[in-house]
């Protein structure tokens, strides 16, 4: 079992930042790979990005390409997500989520990821 806990989530302005963290504990040497996916209210979950927790390869969805960066401490156990210049249509729940391994045809899809995080919201006033 991996048990994941987000944190940082908030209220922002449009234009503002926020860091989220996602602390994994368990086994996490079963997860090779750390996504942030994001669900607004009567929306599908959307990946926002994934890293791999040995090599650091980064992968993102191209519309957040350049606003949001994926890194990932792994002394600590613990994979952020920076965000900048935030939009009101960034406002949603955004979760973390830990799956075995890179996959092309899943790493963007919920069912890439095995353990996944309580949540955090994040809203963006305009």
């Known amino acids: 079992q991996v048990q994941l806990v987000e944190s940082g989530g908030g209220l922002v302005q449009a234009g503002g930042s926020l860091r989220l963290s996602c602390a994994a504990s368990g086994r996490t040497s079963s997860s090779g790979l750390m996504g942030w996916f994001r669900q607004a209210p009567g929306k599908e979950r959307q990946f926002v990005a994934a890293?791999?927790?040995?090599?650091?390869?980064?992968y993102y969805t191209d519309s957040m390409k350049g606003r949001f960066t994926i890194s990932r401490d792994n002394a600590e156990n613990t994979v952020h997500l920076q965000m900048n210049s935030l939009k009101p249509e960034d406002t949603a729940v955004y979760y973390c989520?830990?799956?075995?391994?890179?996959?092309?045809?899943?790493?963007?899809?919920?069912?890439?990821?095995?353990?996944w995080g309580q949540g955090t919201q994040v809203t963006v006033s305009s």
């Open positions: 890293i791999s927790w040995t090599f650091g390869t980064t």
């Open positions: 989520a830990a799956g075995r391994y890179y996959r092309a045809s899943t790493y963007s899809r919920t069912e890439g990821y095995n353990y």
